[in-house]
């Protein structure tokens, strides 16, 4: 799909991301919420690696399901408290702003519905 013609335009104008060869970066405009909560954002990151690693021990270590499910619920419930941080975000920077167009909310609301019905599939 990144070899499609006009995918980087497409990609930039739903999302934000800038394509470059092999990689995608995030505009400073799109996710500038973000960037504020950069360095709590990075640390709930590198604490669901360390839970997911923990999974991966686990496994190597042939634990017990009981244990695996364990932290199975733990990691699962650190990326849902990730993603509830940032749509918390989202919805108070790209929804409920008080200086933002209808249509501007509108857009946020839709952009934020996207990501919803894809992560409940």
């Known amino acids: ?17 800038v394509e470059y060869p092999g990689t995608l970066y995030f505009s400073e405009l799109a996710l500038s919420h973000t960037a504020r ?3 709590k954002l990075l640390a709930r ?13 686990a496994l190597e270590a042939e634990a017990g399901c009981t244990d695996i499910l364990h932290l199975l619920a733990a990691s699962r419930g650190a990326m849902n408290g990730l993603m509830l941080e940032v749509i918390d975000d ?3 920077e790209h929804v409920a702003a ?3 167009s209808q249509a501007a909310r509108t857009e946020g609301a839709d952009e934020l519905l996207d990501v919803i019905r894809s992560y409940l599939k």
């Open 98 to 100: 008080g200086d933002l």
């Open 37 to 39: 909560q950069k360095t």
């Open 1 to 17: 799909m990144a070899n499609d013609a006009g995918i980087g335009e497409w990609l930039h104008s739903r999302t934000g991301l």
């Open 90 to 92: 989202h919805v108070r």
């Open 45 to 57: 990151v590198r604490r669901i690696r360390g839970q997911v690693e923990a999974v991966e021990r």
